[in-house]
């Protein structure tokens, strides 16, 4: 692929629309899958001693589908970010607390866990990207 090629593709609105919807995939699908079955939902929260089920379900959907919907459609895109890197953050000590494990489980959380941490070190990359644009463009707006 050539330069300019390139250079359009990535001033492109619709390969930026794209590359957000892909960002958040693991985010919105999730959110989806948790709407699609609320009663699984209620028993992954309780399972994960997120009590009353009934209060932290609908919490979780709301911000994976509003955290990716303001990415995706770029308005307060920093905001969505930074709901999706926080919520990554809190899974981690809620749903892969390797350090209280053994053996091979402890290595495969482990890594899921750095996984996470990659995941919100792009999550935050994106806020401070998105929230500098915004600023430029109110600047000059006025």
Known sequence: MT???LAGLLASPVFGVFARILLTFVFWSAGLGMAADYSGTLGVMAHFGLQPAAVFA??????LLVGSALVI??????????MLAVFTALTIFIAHPFWTMEGELRMAEFHVVMEHITVIGALMVGAILC????????ARNG
Do not use: D, H
């Open 131 to 138: 929230r500098k644009l915004e600023l430029e463009r109110a």
């Open 73 to 82: 459609f770029n308005r307060s895109a920093w905001l969505g970010f930074g």
């Open 3 to 5: 330069p300019s090629i």
């Open 58 to 63: 609908p919490l979780v959907i709301v911000v």
